[in-house]
């Protein structure tokens, strides 16, 4: 029998033990609420006889009264005969309702209805009588009405009907009593019933149980020290198959697992030197990786070096007019201040060279303060072209902008825009053929400002593009026209535009020019 078969089995006992205890004590539950039913009923079926005989003595006593004093008292004998009427009908409801609940064949409601019945015709001869009595008392007649009054009225309802309702009275009692009995003797019935049932479907479920999990735990044992042999290398270790449930199984596909194993470490053995010759390989791959970390180190030595070049060459000139104005015996003014001239723009040179490598380094190390705020930027613009009108002066090059749009408010720091400005205005000039304009134009379309920079010179070769923006980095046509210069101001004013959100980019045509275009987002 399979795994999945004795899961089903137990499953339907258990199943079948729910419903069995559930049927015992929905059985319970009828039967409690049936006698307790009857014996509400039954109660109520006594109160309804004692209410009975309660308003047939106070209607006794209205008659008396209404003969002794007359109308005056005939709203009180009509309340009391309504009274007794209204009992009757009570009674009578309180018995059918008795009688339609009982399911015992020796039910003896038919009786206590009979006889419901009989007290309500006496009592009707009994109301015609006092019907008579008091149309004697209205005709005169009162020693007939009250001769008729203890002859049919008061002996009839002392006697008859008195004793119709004692009879009454005393069957409801012993039916109260009877049923009060039965109740107390079928909950005992009923307790030791369910607990029988209770311990009997217990011991079947625990049974069931049992032999569930022993069938389970031998095939398991097995398996558990099977995994302990493999744990240990044992992989010779077989499971011996019995029956052909899940559990056996798994016990084949063991044996299979360590049959595998068994090959697998055989094979291991061998790939022994195929581990050996790949862990060569990785060395190998190791060393290249070291000699591209000393290429690396080498880039750095090479930067090192062109920053020294860089740094050595103001230097070198400032130290050669210091030595010129010293070297020989006084000369005249002109030639000191031609020498100290040499100096003071060598000293600017450096100066502005080590600037740029502190702002670079600090850049690096998110030092730099910005002060973000609204700013006019064709204002900007225009102050930034004013300022470096100057410098294309001895080669006669003039710079023209093109901002007839209206102001255009970015957010940005002034004095790093004005920078940014400056460097690149700087380079156009610096690179522009004599006696040519470099064009500045501002453009704005509400989300983006556009500012762009073209100048007239050689421009810039294809493949140095992509590098313009690399620290140190100077074109070939760069390096002809120009010999000074670090190739630091582009890479300087790109990560400023980054800062302020926005793009530099540029395009160039060899032997026709460069455009530079800046793109930064409005602010409104």
């Not at 080498?298 to 070198?316: I, K």
């Not at 850049?363 to 613009?381: H, W």
């Not at 395009?507 to 020019?513: A, R």
Request: negative net charge; proline residues 2%.
């Amino acid at each position: 029998m399979s795994i999945q078969t004795r899961i089903h089995l137990l499953q339907v006992i258990i199943g079948l033990a729910i419903i069995a205890a559930a049927s015992v004590a929905f059985f319970d539950l009828r039967t409690s609420l049936y006698y307790l039913n009857r014996t509400q009923l039954a109660r109520q079926q006594l109160a309804a006889t004692s209410q009975l005989a309660i308003s047939a003595n106070r209607y006794s006593e209205q008659i008396a009264e209404l003969l002794l004093i007359g109308e005056p008292e005939r709203p009180d004998f009509d309340s009391a005969r309504m009274q007794v009427r209204e009992a009757f009908r009570v009674l009578r409801e309180t018995t059918i309702a008795e009688a339609a609940s009982t399911i015992d064949p020796q039910d003896r409601e038919p009786e206590e209805l009979l006889r419901v019945d009989q007290m309500r015709a006496l009592f009707g001869e009994i109301d015609r009588a006092v019907e008579r009595v008091l149309l004697l008392d209205q005709i005169g007649q009162s020693d007939e009405a009250v001769s008729l009054f203890r002859s049919e009225i008061e002996n009839r309802l002392d006697a008859d009907f008195a004793r119709l309702i004692e009879t009454g009275l005393e069957d409801e009692r012993q039916e109260v009593r009877q049923i009060e009995a039965d109740l107390t003797r079928i909950s005992e019935v009923l307790t030791i019933v369910t607990l029988v049932v209770a311990i009997a479907l217990l011991c079947i479920v625990v049974i069931a149980g049992v032999l569930f999990a022993r069938s389970l735990q031998r095939p398991i044992k097995a398996l558990t020290d099977g995994a302990l042999a493999i744990e240990r290398g044992d992989f010779d270790h077989r499971i011996e198959l019995r029956g052909r449930d899940e559990l056996a199984l798994l016990s084949m596909r063991f044996n299979h697992m360590a049959r595998q194993l068994g090959l697998q470490r055989s094979m291991l053995v061998g790939q022994h030197e195929e581990l050996e010759r790949q862990v060569a390989e990785r060395t190998e791959q190791l060393g290249e990786a070291n000699r591209r970390l000393m290429a690396t180190d080498q880039q750095r030595l090479s930067l090192l070096t062109d920053v020294s070049h860089e740094l050595r060459t103001p230097l070198t000139a400032l130290r050669g007019g210091a030595e010129v104005a010293l070297r020989g015996a006084s000369k005249p003014e002109a030639a000191y201040r031609e020498a100290l001239s040499t100096v003071v723009a060598q000293s600017a040179d450096l100066s502005r060279l080590v600037e740029d490598f502190l702002f670079l380094a600090r850049s690096e190390a998110d030092e730099i303060g910005f002060d973000f705020r609204p700013v006019n930027l064709k204002d900007l613009v225009r102050k930034a072209v004013r300022e470096a009108g100057i410098l294309g002066r001895e080669r006669n090059i003039r710079i023209e902008i093109d901002a007839d749009t209206q102001d255009v408010s970015i957010r940005g720091d002034p004095r790093r825009l004005h920078q940014v400005f400056l460097i690149v205005l700087d380079n156009a000039v610096k690179y522009a053929d004599p006696n040519t304009v470099v064009a500045v134009e501002l453009r704005a379309d509400g989300q983006t400002a556009a500012l762009s920079f073209r100048d007239k010179g050689p421009g810039v070769a294809a493949d140095d593009v992509e590098q313009v923006f690399e620290r140190f980095f100077r074109g070939v046509n760069a390096r002809d026209k120009w010999a000074g210069g670090a190739g630091l101001g582009l890479p300087i004013a790109r990560w400023i535009v980054e800062k302020h959100g926005g793009t530099i980019e540029l395009s160039s045509i060899v032997g026709e020019g460069t455009e530079l275009l800046l793109h930064f987002p409005t602010s409104g």
